[in-house]
């Protein structure tokens, strides 16, 4: 009986040992804004109108995140990181899109190990840029200022399938990152491919940033099975069999900010060429010529120069305004004019607590020889358009 006490008494301190060498965290966001927009297409002809909606991810998308590590000695952890994404407004699951069909955890799926050498995680994840935009209008604004441009260089943060990643620790402030996407294609390894590499710096109040990423046409999906904006709905010339193994998005991202007392500043550049979008492959995609102006939208361009200038001051230790402008170039093939995207936007955000914020946020945006992508929710807007949000987010 005295043995069998003591054996149970061993299993139950090593059972609490290994309970204390591992841990699991549920971690979320709930955001919801009231949003009106102007100069809506009403899918009419070229109507427009008015257009109030309550919208979930005003600033980040609303999500549900499962983390968790285990010790497994000798500083080597296992860590996973499944996240995902719902519209609180209507209670629905964001489980498909464009680029990563009709799954659960679109957001974010990995797995792998971390130690002093940095971590490897395998799965669905974001590149470098998704990291180094915490340098940009993205921290305050987050998708408020995405449709400019955040969503065609990935500061947004668009993900990658069948990617493995890896990611050194901090060295004196310098943190590296490579990524490769595996195509998956039998008989044609280049098929589907993609390619990352970023570098952060980060010293006391100033922050640096680089990324570069590459992808290559699968020859069945919308650019290449990892990529261009989830809510494109553009079919392009990447969905032709004859161009599978073809770089289709090349993108470059620079970022700075530096913090002055209360002001923090930042400023960015970001190009991205899509060197499948020629006339000849668009039309043959059913796009038609770029010439009429309805057909050309950001996704279609063939070069895009992205840039911005901002800052976020802060008040008081609970309130700060917001200002950034974001300025995009576009050519396309075959095309002499450039299209241009302005957009011009101020915000609050007061934070009730560490974990609840009130804001709000107004946007003029100017479209010139191009679509204008619209400020929220829309696509397709005739002329320029002007968006008003206030909304609460809540992080558990």
Do not use: C
């Amino acid at each position: 009986m005295k043995k069998s006490l003591l054996a149970l008494a061993v299993l139950g301190a090593f059972a609490g040992v290994a309970h204390a060498q591992s841990s699991v965290t549920i971690y979320g966001i709930i955001d919801t804004g009231m949003v009106y927009q102007n100069q809506v297409a009403t899918g009419t002809g070229t109507n427009t109108g008015s257009k109030f909606s309550l919208n979930s991810g005003v600033i980040q998308g609303s999500r549900i995140g499962f983390k968790g590590t285990e010790n497994l000695g000798g500083g080597l952890s296992a860590v996973f990181n499944l996240e995902a994404g719902f519209s609180n407004d209507t209670g629905a699951l964001q489980g498909s899109d464009a680029v990563s069909g009709s799954n659960l955890f679109r957001r974010k799926s990995v797995v792998g190990l971390a130690g002093d050498f940095g971590s490897v995680l395998l799965g669905r994840q974001t590149d470098f840029a998704d990291t180094i935009a915490s340098y940009t209008s993205v921290n305050e604004f987050g998708g408020w200022t995405g449709n400019v441009g955040h969503n065609l260089d990935r500061l947004e943060g668009t993900r990658t399938n069948n990617s493995i990643s890896y990611t050194t620790n901090s060295i004196n402030g310098l943190t590296g990152n490579l990524l490769y996407g595996f195509g998956e294609q039998a008989g044609s390894t280049s098929a589907g491919q993609a390619f990352g590499a970023g570098l952060k710096y980060d010293n006391g109040p100033l922050g640096l940033g680089l990324n570069y990423y590459q992808s290559k046409a699968n020859g069945t999906s919308a650019a290449d099975t990892s990529l261009i904006p989830a809510t494109s709905t553009t079919v392009t010339a990447d969905t032709l069999a004859s161009n599978v193994g073809s770089t289709a998005y090349k993108g470059w991202n620079l970022v700075a900010s530096y913090q002055f007392g209360p002001a923090r500043v930042y400023g960015n550049w970001s190009r991205v060429t899509q060197d499948l979008n020629t006339q000849t492959n668009l039309t043959a995609a059913g796009v038609g010529s770029l010439s009429t102006l309805t057909n050309r939208t950001l996704a279609r361009a063939k070069k895009a120069d992205v840039y911005e200038i901002g800052t976020a001051y802060s008040l008081t230790s609970a309130l700060k305004l917001l200002g950034a402008v974001e300025y995009t170039r576009a050519q396309f093939d075959g095309v002499s004019d450039k299209g241009n995207l302005t957009a011009y936007n101020i915000g609050t955000d007061y934070a009730l607590s560490q974990r609840t914020d009130l804001y709000a946020f107004a946007t003029f945006m100017h479209a010139t020889d191009i679509v204008n992508t619209g400020v929220a929710d829309s696509t397709g807007v005739a002329g320029n358009q002007t968006a008003v949000a206030v909304g609460i987010r809540h992080k558990f």
